[in-house]
């Protein structure tokens, strides 16, 4: 059923209120084909749960959000299993999955917002782990020829909280279903994440309890969604060449950093925020979060562009005092 003038407000983690022309909630992919072939004659955009935008501005035309469910085991070994994922389900409830059925390989991106179709498109990270080590293959219905293809891990473009399909497919494929590919035991457990290794001291090396650490940790630093409006981590950590960095150690000493490749270093976008003075700055109800500077929070009534004014703020600040460019990693709507 398609309604009309439809308040986002609860479709989108940051609380946002602005309205959509019309809405549609997608339950299959039979239902998405036929709604875009009879029903869909202007614009549209497909949302899953709203967890890495920013909403600027009513929109005027159709938004799809994709509902459709299920996790099948399609082929497995002795020390694997491929499963089947609707875009729909939403990503902690398949990490839970996972931990229920002993199956490793997600446990580090437990309790992160979002829809198991949406996290291809950001390579979702978090702890040491990326979302492109377990990924196999996904389902998308191509825009243009209303036809359905596969993607290949090898040609989804892969990178740090990116892919193809937030590059050069963006808006032209709509994602139904995500293949992983699991390990059963042994398991291969990654803790080489700085504070979830410390954490680890003492504790038998399960999944389960990785997990547990990771939901910890996240719930100690992020805000809930549920209780003020946010969506997650708003900037991604700049990545500079060793000529850089030596020049911003110089400068800053205590500059922390991680090898992401060779020549290539991460430095924490959160760290380089407070630095400047900005961690729990707040302007109206835009604000940026009091524990964790990375995450950008709506307070109550912050409009998106409030938000986005802050975050240029940010990001201005940034160049001016390191040099650096900071890119979002939510997209803006």
């Not at 070994?77 to 089947?84: A, D, F, G, H, S």
């Not at 270093?265 to 003075?277: D, Q, R, S, V, Y």
């Not at 975050?311 to 001016?320: D, P, Q, R, T």
Request: with cysteine; hydrophobic share 40%.
């Amino acid at each position: 059923m398609i309604k009309e003038n439809v308040s986002l407000k609860h479709h989108n983690t940051f609380g946002i209120d602005v309205k959509t022309k019309f809405l549609v909630e997608i339950l299959s992919e039979d239902e998405l084909l036929r709604i875009l072939k009879s029903k869909i004659k202007g614009p549209f955009r497909v949302l899953g749960l709203g967890s890495n935008i920013l909403l600027t501005k009513n929109y005027d035309g159709h938004t799809i959000i994709m509902k459709n469910k299920g996790i099948v085991v399609q082929e497995q070994t002795e020390t694997e299993v491929l499963i089947k994922v609707g875009a729909g389900e939403v990503w902690h409830d398949l990490v839970l999955w996972a931990l229920k059925n002993d199956y490793s390989g997600i446990e580090n991106l437990a309790l992160i917002p979002g829809s198991v179709g949406a996290a291809p498109i950001q390579n979702i990270g978090a702890y040491g782990v990326e979302l492109n080590s377990v990924f196999k293959s996904c389902r998308a219905l191509e825009i243009s020829s209303l036809k359905f293809k596969n993607y290949e891990k090898e040609s989804c473009k892969f990178q740090y909280r990116s892919s193809i399909f937030k590059e050069e497919l963006k808006g032209k494929v709509i994602i139904t279903s995500v293949c992983f590919l699991l390990r059963k035991k042994p398991h291969k457990i990654n803790i080489s994440y700085g504070e979830l290794q410390r954490l680890m001291i003492g504790k038998e090396n399960t999944i389960q309890n990785v997990a547990a650490e990771v939901i910890a940790i996240r719930k100690s630093k992020l805000p809930d969604p549920e209780k003020i409006g946010n969506s997650g981590s708003f900037f991604k950590n700049p990545i500079v060449t060793q000529k850089k960095l030596l020049a911003l150690k110089n400068e800053f000493p205590e500059i922390p950093y991680y090898e992401e490749s060779k020549n290539h270093f991460k430095l924490p976008a959160g760290w380089l925020i407070e630095k400047i003075g900005y961690k729990g700055k707040r302007k109206g109800d835009a604000g940026i979060h009091k524990k964790q500077a990375l995450v950008l929070v709506n307070y109550g009534r912050a409009k998106g562009l409030d938000i986005l004014a802050l975050a240029e703020e940010v990001k201005e600040k940034i160049f001016n005092f390191y040099g650096l460019r900071l890119d979002f990693e939510v997209n803006l709507l």
